[in-house]
């Protein structure tokens, strides 16, 4: 197991490297090239200088969290070919530059969705929260501008502002795809990605959508354990596999995450790990990463990673907003610095209690 920290690059995040270097364990980070657009050819020279920068700081880009697929590639536009040419060519270049690790997602029009990104805990930090009475009542503009408002000043991942001015464009494209469609429109991308995945020994890991239910009446793929098999049994190819995230799967309360890591053994190969409490049905709030904080059993889904023989890379997820940090909502600092050393100290007593 390989632990890291999402890094947002220098003109994104207000951690630093030499911050993240600090927290024990932690020997690499997870970043993009934010500013790109989804469908861009990245640039060799781009990739090389983010790599120089994250090694002077004594780390390694263990992954990148997110190349983004166009929506032409997800709604089966008729410039789908044209964007696999393009993503296939980052690939190659990313491959090229030994980064194999590959998180994206397949989610229509947003990203992750929350209704409150500051939501007060009776501890005084502050953490993000959904309610999905709040988005029965609201249309897609006023979650953005909802977003936008509680963003702190940063440019949150997934709410990049180019995507948000073309969300009713973004609607409309999506209107007639179902779930079916996108998902053979998946189907059709990674059977056309695999070969070159094969051939730099890249692993493409899919985000389950969050929450993993609709929002807004958007198709949902990623979602329960069957879902995400009857993905994996479609392209049955090692480098098609999954970011296990627990925040995501474990919004819904019927998602058993350890049984649906028995279930993945072999192609999970990056683990998101954090902790939520169900507060009431289509409400639930971030907690801190611990098991009694929250609704889930971290215990058990590192136990559940460990007898798996996972060995890929983990991050802490989102943290909660503590002791005064001006953070970004969900990736501030300090609370994710905690969550990583749980995170480690859970994992050393599972490996020694298992070696006896
Ligand atoms: C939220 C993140 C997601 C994730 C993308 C992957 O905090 O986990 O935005 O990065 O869905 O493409």
Redesign the pocket.
Known sequence: MQMTIRWFGKNYDAVTLEQIRQIPGVRGVITTLYGTQPGEVWKTEDIRAIKAEVEAAGLKILGI??V?IHDEIKTGGPLRDKYIENYIATLERLGKEDLRLI???FMPVF??TRTDLAKRRTDGSTTMAYDQKIIDKINPDDMLNSITSQSNGFVL??WEPERLARNKELFAMYKDVDEEKLFSNLVYFLRAIMPVCGKYGINMAI?PDDPAWSVFGLPRIISTKEKILRMMKAVDDPHNGVTL?TGSLGTNPKNDIPDIIRSLKGRIHFA?LRNLLHTAPGMFEESAHLSSDGSMDMFAIVKALYDGGFDGVIRP??GRNIWGEKGMP?YGLYDRALGAAYIEGLWEAVDKMSRG
């Open positions: 969290e997110s983004n998180c994206y997602n990203d992750w991942a997934g985000h995230c998101h997820d989102h969900g």
